[in-house]
């Protein structure tokens, strides 16, 4: 890094240097492929960087139907293993588990996401032809014999699963988890989570099809749920309850057997199950716009399988915008949730470098991850009525306060119903994704820095809109007030902004505000603002003088 001592930083950013662009990706979805970098500059692009040498959290990673990564991966990829019913009890009595230890012993994956299934007897399609037979999960032996239930016809198929709750069946599935529970597996380290299944309609066994009884299912995935969580004992934080409904189901999981959850479906970033209502399963607290996150709350604080999904991307967002835009805010927003596993099913490529960067932050803590940020951002949901959400925020937070105020901007569709099922208006259905304004104040989350001096690295993304200059104010361990200076270039992409602060101090407590981005125009569209230990103990570091970044 250039020494601040012999002079003051002055980088001109070249065109060459940048990522190429095209007149169609001249906008606010463009991601800077290239590495970390040592000293200040502006890059064109989401910059999703990090200094090498950072680790992923063990117990977390990603599953994406067993295909593809970005060509050096710096996070766990996990083998997605579907054990079927019929494959490990082929037999009445005769286990067979030897394909799961295969699965945990494959060295080119660096963990397993189990799920085990067994209530599909037959699948047809709106024909009656025989349909997907790679998802029959329960055992001949015992569909031939058992009662079974036929499903409505959902998505072009009809299912016909096992009668859960026949006492047979209920019997000979508690004892095949039971056997599970005796042979190991459990305790393998190579297991990262495993999601608990049960009996639906549709595809993927996710618990609870009425079967025309709904209350003798629920009574049984009770004692499904029981007999999961103690066959794996002190392992049950690998499990993974999937379902934020019936409460019943959710406390027996997660809040008695000590399981973690799997949500849903993440491209629906706000739907109201991930935000607070009348009951919070997901360790949100909703105040006054922010969503705030209980870190003491078990699946989070204890480190359990807390997962989500990014499914089905390519068929609900056509442009390749509304595309790149969803797939980032789906990201940030399992992020800030905290969610240590992630399904992204053949979408794990859409973003390779936003993908690297999200793997080695699943999981982290306050006291582990060596970034914090916020997105400055706004969008509504509907949570026991139409909610706005302000931010996603890990660890940095922007407020209005104190007659500080700032205008949301870079309005952009969702392109459909972002909310799901909740009946959000349509003209609701947009996210801004930047905040303008004269001062936006961050404010550093005290456990994540505090006081000073420090090392770090402040990464400013914005959109490069106009020839107006901002600057990024901070204090200094002297006591004065540090400078750095950006002169827009009014290229119409985002870019980011990577400052250097050797003696960057967090001596505000609370909410109050450690550092701030002033524009004197009040115009400059600011995106999204990380903060990156480098050297937490840079007490002997001399005060940099003010500086400036000019973009041509």
Known sequence: ??????????????????????????????????????????????????????????????????????????????????????????????????????????????????????????????????????????????????????????????????????????????????????????????????????????????????????????ATMLDV???????????????????????????AAVMKGGTGVRGGIIENWIRSQYTPGDVNQTGQIYDNGYLIVDEGFAPIAQGR??????????RKFTSPERLQQNYRMATLRALQMRRNIVWTEKDSVINPALLSWASLELGKTVGTSQDAWVTLMSTWTRSGGDK?????????????????????????DHSYNASGNDLLDSSKWYVDLARSGNAIGIAVDDRFLSGGPHEVAIKVTYFDSDTAQWTLDYSRADGTIGTRQVTGGATGVVRTATFFLRDFVAAKKGMDFDFWLRSASGNTPFMFVRVIKLNAAAADAAPDPPGSVTVE
């Open 305 to 314: 399988a807390w997962m989500d999904e990014y499914e089905a991307f390519d």
């Open 1 to 218: 890094m250039e020494s601040a001592r012999s002079k003051l930083r002055y980088i001109t950013f070249l065109a060459s240097c940048a990522v190429a662009l095209s007149a169609s990706a001249a906008d606010s979805d463009l991601t800077y492929s290239g590495g970390w970098r040592g000293s200040d500059d502006i890059v064109s692009g989401w910059d999703w960087s990090l200094p090498s040498g950072i680790k992923p959290t063990a117990g977390s990673g990603i599953f994406n139907l067993n295909s593809k990564v970005p060509a050096g991966f710096p996070g766990n990829h996990l083998k997605q293993v579907n054990g079927k019913w019929k494959d490990l009890e082929p037999a009445e009595g005769k286990y067979d588990f030897s394909s799961i230890f295969a699965a945990l012993s494959d060295p080119n994956y660096d963990g397993v996401m189990l799920n085990i299934r067994g209530m599909v007897v037959s699948i047809v399609d709106a024909n009656g032809n025989p349909a997907l037979s790679s998802e029959i999960t329960a055992p001949a032996w015992l569909s031939q014999s058992a009662p079974k239930v036929t499903e409505p016809l959902r998505n072009g198929v009809r299912i016909t699963n096992l009668q859960i709750y026949d006492p047979t069946v209920k019997a000979k599935l508690l004892q095949l988890i039971k056997a599970i529970g005796n042979s190991g597996i459990a305790g393998s380290d190579r297991l990262v989570g495993q999601v608990i299944h049960g009996v639906s309609g549709s595809r993927g066994e996710e618990c609870c099809a009425s079967q025309g009884n709904a209350a003798a299912v629920e």
């Open 388 to 412: 706005e959400v302000k931010n996603l925020e890990r660890w940095l937070y922007q407020r209005d306060s104190n007659g500080i105020s700032t205008t949301p901007t870079l309005r952009r």
């Open 225 to 251: 749920i029981t007999a999961w969580t103690t066959a794996y004992g002190v392992h049950a934080k690998k499990l993974a309850w999937l379902k934020e409904d019936p409460v019943t189901l959710f406390d």
